[in-house]
């Protein structure tokens, strides 16, 4: 059967869908499907709902109900009914007056992990600096939710790691995620505001949500109280208002910030090559090459960006770049503001180590 399916010439032969993808992504660049479109993806040359016929039960305690049926490229939970488009489950658009969307921030996402979604060997280093508060063998058995997931790069480091993973993000990079993800089975794909969830209480047994509440526009640390009910364990990464740095930090993070607004309205994709590329090596480069030449002498940490990336290719580095100057909504918190969650969680455990801060908190 697998086989008549690609065979040839058949509706599902593989080179006539990758065809079929690239033509519509000439006819229909990914900037104006990302403005335009919520639930078709670039990458959709594979559309059914066979992925999830395994998951129906991981999908009833997710959402919590028992009455879920899968239908031809949809997905009936009760009376609503999601699209399934690239093994993507398709939940309700982003509400523009809810307050909590913002159009750009979706926008700027789909289209820098469309652009930087490879997994880089430096993302191996990365994700154990971000979990070196969790102890990771006690997710053996957990059903782990990254929020925000990005290309998910972070997941797919979990993927061997966990019983089941969930993936949630608003922008095109569900589909970027999903690509990623092709080699493991236990994954399930939503395409969705994580500030408008439909699921259960208690859906997960562990959240990760790294580099995704800062970006909201409300402010992050309600946005981490309102991530309480849905695991007892939560791993979050939020920037740093560096606080742990000296006060010339604070001056080119002001003058970054000056820039970063003025620019995070292009969205011509050759301007954000052109200026990522230039950053990477006009800017990033230089510092963290200052910051080598003085760290023999322990001053390497006062150089701003070097302790971060001294060890990150040019692609990796670029990434963050397009990151930091594309996106408009930025928050920043101190190592004492997150510990005021102590009054909502009963322990706050904020990690020593770059990236600042990451923190684990338990309900
Ligand atoms: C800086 S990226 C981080 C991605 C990933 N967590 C990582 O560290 O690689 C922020 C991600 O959060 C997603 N995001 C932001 N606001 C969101 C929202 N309200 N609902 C779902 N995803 C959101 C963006 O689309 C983007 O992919």
Not at 136 to 142: I, M, Q, T, W
Not at 268 to 273: C, V
Not at 287 to 292: E, F, M, N, S, W
Request: hydrophobic share 40%; with cysteine.
């Amino acid at each position: 059967m697998e086989v008549m399916r690609y065979r040839k010439g058949s509706p599902y032969d593989k080179r006539r869908l990758v065809k079929r993808a690239v033509t519509r992504s000439k006819e229909n660049p990914p900037w104006r499907q990302l403005t335009h479109e919520w639930s078709y993806g670039l990458i959709s040359a594979h559309q059914n709902s066979m992925y999830y016929t395994d998951k129906i039960r991981s999908l009833q305690n997710i959402f919590g109900i028992q009455d879920i049926e899968l239908l031809d490229k949809t997905l009936r939970v009760g009376s609503k009914r999601y699209p399934i488009v690239d093994d993507v489950i398709i939940l309700d658009p982003p509400e523009d007056s809810s307050g909590a969307f913002a159009e750009d921030i979706q926008y700027t996402f789909g289209a820098e992990w469309q652009e930087h979604g490879a997994i880089l060997p430096e993302h191996a280093a990365e994700f154990a600096q971000y979990f070196d508060v969790v102890d990771l063998p006690s997710l053996k058995e957990a059903r782990v939710c990254d929020l925000g997931c990005g290309s998910g790069r972070w997941s797919y480091f979990l993927k061997d790691r966990c019983r089941e993973l969930v993936l949630v993000d608003f922008s095109e990079a569900i589909h970027v995620a999903r690509q990623n993800l092709r080699g493991s089975h236990r994954c399930i794909f939503f395409k969705g505001d994580i500030t408008r969830l439909p699921f259960a209480t208690d859906f997960a047994d562990f959240i990760l949500c790294l580099g995704v509440l800062h970006h909201l526009p409300i402010p992050c640390l309600d946005a981490v109280r309102g991530l309480k009910k849905y695991a007892p364990r939560l791993l979050i990464f939020l920037y740093y208002a560096l606080d742990n740095r000296p006060f010339y930090f604070r001056i080119l993070l002001a003058l970054v910030t000056t820039v970063r607004t003025m620019l995070a309205h292009i969205r011509s994709p050759l301007f954000r090559t052109l200026f990522s590329f230039m950053g990477t090596l006009f800017i990033y480069y230089p510092l963290i090459i200052i910051g080598a030449l003085l760290n023999p002498f322990g001053l390497g940490r006062y150089v701003p960006l070097y302790e971060f990336y001294r060890h990150k290719g040019f692609r990796r580095i670029q990434q963050d770049v397009y990151d930091r100057f594309f996106t408009r909504i930025e928050q920043r918190v101190s190592r004492a503001q997150i510990l005021e969650l102590k009054s909502d969680f009963a322990e706050v455990r904020i990690s020593d180590h770059i990236p600042y801060w990451h923190f684990l908190l338990l309900r």
